[in-house]
């Protein structure tokens, strides 16, 4: 019975819930960013998209359809920051994928777990979801190695653990709504504070 329902949780993720892909954006120009890099966006997510503070997420490598969407996102109000908001008002449509397309061609580096029990606890709940609560396996849109897919779901591999779970918490309180059908949200509701911080820990080391 168990099998049967995680099996039935994850056909609900990948179909139901799915974000419908968005029309693929014209591609940016990495070098036209440099810049704005370096006067904006690299005092908190580094100039190579390696962020050095767990309260920032690293962007290297992260897909540019994703980037390009949260910082149009941002700038709409559509998703809510603080520190985003007076970053965003100035930037036109062209410097948003110019700083998609150079965030994702940046190299991420690997980071390490630090807890390996938080790390195996997970593990199970990315890869397999729990079928008693109906989460579903961050693997099923996020892809086994955290990778995600390009258009739809974003690189979730090596990035902070801080970071992860205070957006996971945001999903569930309702902060952040801006992911397409409320896939996020509807999981995230249904997580424990133990889970989110374990899956969290998982994500961090994965590579």
Request: charged share 20%; glycine share 10%.
């Amino acid at each position: 019975m168990k099998s049967f329902a995680l099996l039935t949780g994850l056909l609900f993720a990948a179909t139901t819930w799915a974000n419908p892909a968005p029309t693929p954006a014209a591609k940016g120009d990495a070098a036209k960013a440099q810049s704005i890099v370096n006067g904006v966006c690299g005092a908190c997510h580094s100039t190579d998209g390696n962020s050095t503070s767990p309260a920032y997420p690293s962007l290297a490598g992260q897909h540019p359809e994703y980037i390009a969407k949260q910082l149009r996102e941002f700038k709409l109000g559509v998703r809510k920051n603080a520190i985003m908001a007076p970053n965003v008002t100035t930037l036109s449509d062209s410097d948003m994928l110019n700083l998609a397309a150079y965030f994702s061609a940046q190299q991420p580096k690997p980071r390490l777990a630090k807890d390996a029990a938080l790390v195996a606890e997970g593990q199970k709940i990315f890869k397999g979801g729990n079928a008693g609560s109906g989460v579903p396996a961050c693997a099923s849109c996020h892809g086994p190695a955290g990778a995600g897919i390009p258009v739809q779901f974003p690189r979730l591999a090596g990035q902070h653990a801080k970071y992860v779970e205070s957006q996971l918490k945001n999903f569930r309180s309702g902060d952040r709504a801006n992911d397409g059908g409320k896939m996020m949200q509807v999981i995230a509701r249904k997580m424990t504070d133990q889970e989110m911080k374990a899956v969290a820990e998982y994500i961090n080391g994965l590579r």
